[in-house]
């Protein structure tokens, strides 16, 4: 397990302006003194998901001066995939490829699996939008709880769907980011050891690995993470702000050097 990084600041540079906790966001809570400080603070994941709601409606009216031959990266995923592209964009200095955000929330490989699935016809309201990519940004999401393991079949179907959306695009592979510790941030991942299957760290790590090997995929996407508990919501799964910038920096330094 790599160590973690040091969180990005929220207030570094012109990209990072748009996230994080907002100045309206700040001014809206209650005065924190006293007893106030315990019966009226609005609950940090609560103003977290207030502020994920104002960046990224930020974010979209930037993205309408977007200039010619950016979104040429597209992404399928889970919602960490759609918080490290929010993050992405967030990072200062970005180079705009990647699309916008969409919803991805609950996109474990096997709803991926399934060409029929509500993902898929989420992705094609973005080819719609921004035409088709040059290359796609595929991060694996294994369902590693309550006994219900994803395969590597279901891996490789969710591959050839892609492949039929968007048949020339270039995929380049993750698998889900890191935490630390794993087992025991994030019940997602299930309760196998680290280096061990069924764990969804390993798990998707391997399968990433497994279709580069394959020649089912011709680049090996960023090492994401690890994310800790101060990286994370109380879920312990879903980064924070501070989370979001430290992935889509993460993110960055793959997705911007692609030509």
Known sequence: MRAPET??????????????????LVAARPEMTGKNRINNAMAQDDLEELARRAMRARLRHRQRKAQPLTHKVAYIGCSNSQDAVDGYHCSPGNRNYLWPSYDTQGGSIDKWADASSVYWTRYSAMLRKYGQPKYVW?????RAYEGAFNTYDQVKMMIANLKHKSSNAIAVVSGINDYSPNPGLC?????????????????????????????????????????TARLTLKDG??????????????????IDVLR
């Open 237 to 254: 799964c879903h980064p924070n702000s501070a989370g979001r910038l430290l992935l889509g920096k993460q993110l960055r330094r793959v």
């Open 138 to 142: 595929v991060q694996l999401c294994e």
């Open 187 to 227: 019940d997602l991942m299930g309760t196998a050891s680290a280096s061990s299957a069924g764990n969804g760290v390993y798990d998707t790590e391997l399968w990433a690995d497994q279709l580069v090997a394959d020649k089912l995929v011709r680049i090996r996407g960023p090492y994401l993470g690890p994310l």
């Open 7 to 24: 969180p990005p600041s929220l207030s570094q540079g012109r990209g990072s302006r748009s996230c994080g906790l907002t100045r309206e």
